[in-house]
């Protein structure tokens, strides 16, 4: 799997959008870019996934740029339940998912 | 929404017991994953089933086995137990792996503390 590449910590106002990058250079043809979150020691949860054009869902935005070498995972109005570590992956499908560090997003009050 | 389910939620064992985890994935799912979280560290996956068959293998130990039954859910298997084994053990399910684009859902986990 293509390696990934996330800042290691962020912070957000309540209620302002929050903007998550994540590199990925080397990402493959076949290859999807997946968001999941993980809110402290819970199951992580899928939020987005997208191929090559940019998604939308009740949850987030995912903004992937034209060559694929990097997308931005967009909440729009962060909460304080939306405080978790924020996992980019890239694979083909449902596939074994290989977390690296992510992100770890304070939205603070 | 039926979601995945995992037994025991914690347990507690001495160094060179067994345990036995079990996950009963979303009713349709027919593949299975497995991933370990030490304290502070990342999921790594361990291993993963595709229609009662091992598909992939992760960083699983050899002291670890896992299988896949014919009603889909599936048990983690671990032995000799050792200080480091102490982890959360997630299970997540999926529609077909190789099929289009989906996700995998987590189930709450199970907190395995050695003693």
Known sequence: DAKTTQPTSMDCAEGRAANLPCNHSTISGNEYVYWYRQIHSQGPQYIIHGLKNNETNEMASLIITEDRKSSTLILPHATLRDTAVYYCIVAAGANNLFFGTGTRLTVIP | ?115
């Open chain 2, 1 to 115: 929404a039926a979601g995945v389910i995992q037994s025991p939620r914690h347990l507690i064992k001495e160094k060179r017991e067994t345990a036995t985890l079990k996950c009963y994935p979303i009713p349709r799912h027919d593949t299975v994953y497995w991933y370990q979280q030490g304290p502070g560290q990342d999921p790594q996956f361990l291993i993963s089933f595709y229609e009662k068959m091992q598909s992939d293998k992760g960083s699983i130990p050899d002291r670890f086995s896992a299988q896949q039954f014919s009603d889909y859910h599936s048990e983690l298997n671990m032995s000799s137990l050792e200080l480091g084994d102490s982890a959360l053990y997630f299970c997540a399910s999926s529609l077909p792996w190789f099929g289009p684009s989906s996700e995998q859902f987590f189930g709450p986990g199970t907190r395995l503390t050695v003693l």
